[in-house]
């Protein structure tokens, strides 16, 4: 359709008029941190493997034992016949490591949140939600029906406000929050929110997406922050698990009615025996090797200090340039010295924040931190025509 491929050319101009364009690149992963990009290879800073564990020898064999005894695909949705054995043994070794009743596994974390969200509240209800959490939980949020509104990132104050204004207006009210944000690497004040919601009769919900197998020996966000109540605490199997879905964990009858009521579980295909068989895998390492989960925050610690940064509360360190045409600039300088770092621009950031976001994982040497510091350092104090 001649309007149809317009309308998309008009889109995709305005997108490349604002820097805001972006493209694939191909990748391949190699052997620890490093990647390939056609004949060029790096050592990567962008990628959420914290744990290596993607690469791990453990994991890949539990993936292909998974696939040999139950196959490429789940064949249904987990309601018919696509409930893999493995997907119960995983919901219990999730429950267990995050101390909660039971837990539900879905598709992906971003599956999860827009099934999670619409399941619990709708129109009549609220939702109050950091300004800077992950866009599927904005979604989930937006695809409810309920009333949302936005607090400014980690203002509790501002949280409080909205409770005491809004809160009896309305049926039942969630709080949204990213337990580690994911673009700052920075933690939710996730106690006080605890408090703050059991306060007015609402219902936290932490994704821990940057949190599980990082924070608190790989327990994550919410045990960092002391294990206050939290009843919904989401994540990823897909970053320092190294697999692939999402999950909840929480109450054994929430986890009963997301599993009859979270659309985006009801009607999608269960999780491939193959991601669930790694998950599971990386579970037992984070479990049985809490030293391993300390790595990624000594490794962003150790290039905070060296860049005279403040000291990172998670694995990822944001360095904030500003424009987009900035940000992408020093990528292109780190790449040419041999260190993958993804600018990070608009919308995926709010205008004029545009960053390089730099993931530290237990993949990296202090040998690569100390030459990406360096790197940065003089990159950063070159006026050059680059920039
Ligand atoms: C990556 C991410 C998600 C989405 O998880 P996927 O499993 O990749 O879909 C959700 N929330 C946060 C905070 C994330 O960073």
Redesign the pocket.
């Given at each position: 359709m001649r309007s149809l491929d317009d309308f998309a050319m008009e889109k995709l101009g305005a997108a490349e008029a604002r820097g805001e364009r972006r493209a694939l690149v191909p990748t391949e992963r190699l052997e620890g941190a490093r990647v390939r990009r056609g004949a060029r290879e790096f050592v990567s800073f962008s990628c959420?493997d914290y744990l290596g564990l993607s690469q791990h020898a453990e994991v890949k064999r539990a993936a292909a034992e998974a696939v040999a005894r139950h196959g490429a695909g789940a064949g249904a949705s987990r309601l018919v016949t696509g409930d893999t054995p493995l997907l119960a043994e995983l919901e219990r070794a999730l429950a267990r490591l995050k101390d909660t009743e039971d837990a539900v596994v879905f598709g992906?974390?971003?599956?999860?949140?827009i099934g999670i969200v619409p399941s619990l509240v709708g129109p009549g209800d609220l939702v109050l939600v950091d300004a800077l959490?992950?866009?599927?939980?904005l979604a989930g949020s937006r695809l409810s029906g309920a009333r949302e509104i936005r607090f400014a990132h980690n203002d509790l104050g501002e949280a409080e406000r909205l409770l005491r204004r809004h809160r009896a207006e309305h049926r039942r009210c969630l709080v949204l929050t990213?337990g580690?944000?994911?673009m700052d690497g920075d933690l939710a004040p996730v106690a006080e929110l605890s408090r703050l919601a059991g306060a007015h009769d609402a219902w936290l919900m932490t994704?821990?997406?940057?949190g599980l197998g990082v924070l608190a020996d790989g327990r994550g966000s919410v045990a960092a922050a002391g294990s206050p109540p939290v009843p919904l605490q989401?994540?990823?199997?897909?970053?320092a698990l190294g697999a692939?879905?999402?999950y909840l964990c929480a109450s054994r009858p929430v986890c009963e009615l997301l599993r009859n009521r979270a659309r985006s579980f009801v009607y999608t295909t269960g999780l491939p025996p193959a991601a669930a068989g790694a998950a599971l895998a990386a579970l037992a390492v984070v479990a049985r090797e809490p030293a391993l989960t300390r790595i990624p925050r000594a490794r962003a610690r150790a290039f905070a200090a060296a860049m005279g940064l403040p000291e990172p509360q998670s694995a990822i360190v944001p360095l904030v340039l500003g424009t987009s045409e900035r940000a992408l600039a020093a990528s292109a300088r780190l790449a040419e010295e041999g260190f993958l770092a993804a600018a990070i621009r608009p919308p995926t950031v709010p205008p004029g924040t545009a960053r390089l976001r730099l993931a530290f994982g237990a993949a990296h040497t202090e040998e690569d931190v100390a030459r990406l510091a360096a790197a940065l350092a003089r990159i950063l104090s070159d006026p050059g025509p680059a920039r």
């Open positions: 959420n992906s974390g971003y599956l999860a949140n959490s992950h866009a599927c939980l990213d580690v944000f994911s994704d821990d997406a940057h989401m994540g990823t199997l897909s970053k692939y879905g999402g």
